[in-house]
Structures are given as C-alpha cells and as structure tokens.
Antibody
Framework: EVQLVESGGGLVQPGRSLKLSCAAS????????MAWVRQAPKKGLEWVAT????????YYPDSVKGRFTISRDNAKSSLYLQMNSLKSEDTATYYC??????????????WGQGVMVTVSS | EIVLTQSPTTMAASPGEKVTLTCRAS?????MHWYQQRSGASPKLWIY???KLASGVPNRFSGSGSGTSYSLTINSMETEDAATYYC?????????FGAGTKLELK
C-alpha cells in the first residue's frame, strides 16, 4: 500500500524558514517523480514543486521560485520542501504527492494526509 | 501559464440525476486529469489522461474531451459523490488546477 506521511508543519513568523518532510513507503520511491501541492484555507489546489527521479531536475511556479527548494533522498525514501522567506500567503495545508510524469503530461496519483503551515506574527 | 476554468462553481444534484462538470483550458492540453476531494480529506486522483478511471472509481463516472474543452460526467448521482472536483493539466509547467466545482446533494 502506498503511503505518504508529511511532517514538519507549524506556526512560523513571516520571513522565517521551515522545512517539510514526506516519508514514502509501499512503492519504489526512486522510480517516481514527486511533488508538493498546497491548499490555502477554504481555497483550491496549487502546485508548488516537482522533482525528477534522481533529483537533477526541479520545477516551481513563479509564486515560490527562489524561496522554496524541493529535494529528495532516495536512500531514505524521503521528500523535502525547504521554505524560506515565508509570507502570509504561504499559509496552507501542504500535500506530498507521487507524480506520474511522462513527456505528454503529469498527474498526482497518491497524496499524503497533508501538513498545515501557518505564517503569522 | 495555462488557466483552467471550471463550471459551474457549485451545483446540487438529486440521487439518480445525470451530472456534467466542465473544464476549459486557456490553451490546448494533451490530457486533463480530475481529482475528488471530500470535506476534510486529501484529494484523490479520480480520472486521469482525460478518460481513464483511477482505481476504485465507480463506472458511473466518465471523462471526455480534447484540446481546450473537457468534462467529467456522473451517469447517476449517488450520495457519496458529493464532493469538490478539480481538473488539472500537466502538459506544461506550471502545472495548474481549476478552481473546483463543489457538487452537493439535493
């Protein structure tokens, strides 16, 4: 059974940093692209970052580019999201998601339970 | 950036009623994917590559479309189908989601 378990969320002041982790199990982690998707309170879904199987390629939307860094440790079957210079608009539930990606398209076939990040003074 | 516009924003359907949700893309995409999110739960992949049902999805659901226009159809609404449905494109970065359609039981 595929399982994705996020951790590391919490309350953080604007301008500070936070690192999220996602522990994966039930599949060969190194064979899959992985991603983070967030959802602000009462709002829709927003893609945050994607990383290739080896970690050599990463992708971000403009809203987080230069502030967030996605990384992975295939030996530990773990995914990470380093979030710097946090803003109030980064307040959201962050989901770790397995990405099924190929040349024509990509989608997210398994999701974690989510972890809440609140940016407030 | 490809913008996805879902309609309607909210709708209510009676048990047994046929339901169609639409998603329009600002530029052509190769495929559309759909997610179901029940209240308080994580999203679940529901339909991928436009028309393929994810594991465990009842066959009263179907997906269709091409280019810039896609739809998700429920042949006969059931209580458990009440949820928010999001479309998503992965044909180009940034990957984008629609704002969602909240489907309620009438």
């Amino acid at each position: 059974e595929v399982q994705l378990v996020e951790s590391g969320g919490g309350l953080v002041q604007p301008g500070r940093s936070l690192k999220l982790s996602c522990a994966a199990s039930g599949f060969t982690f190194s064979n899959y692209y992985m991603a983070w998707v967030r959802q602000a309170p009462k709002k829709g879904l927003e893609w945050v970052a994607t990383i290739s199987t080896s970690g050599s390629r990463t992708y971000y939307p403009d809203s987080v580019k230069g502030r967030f860094t996605i990384s992975r440790d295939n030996a530990k079957s773990s995914l990470y999201l380093q979030m710097n210079s946090l803003k109030s608009e980064d307040t959201a539930t962050y989901y770790c998601a397995r990405s099924h990606y190929y040349s024509a398209t990509g989608y997210f076939d398994y999701w974690g339970q989510g972890v809440m990040v609140t940016v407030s003074s | 950036e490809i913008v996805l516009t879902q309609s309607p924003t909210t709708m209510a359907a009676s048990p047994g009623e046929k339901v169609t949700l639409t998603c329009r893309a600002s530029s052509s995409v190769s495929y559309m994917h759909w997610y179901q999110q029940r209240s308080g739960a994580s999203p679940k992949l529901w339909i991928y590559e436009t028309s393929k049902l994810a594991s465990g999805v009842p066959n009263r659901f179907s997906g269709s479309g091409s280019g810039t226009s896609y739809s998700l159809t429920i042949n006969s609404m059931e209580t458990e189908d009440a949820a928010t449905y999001y479309c998503q494109q992965g044909s180009s970065y940034p990957n984008t989601f629609g704002a969602g359609t909240k489907l309620e039981l009438k």
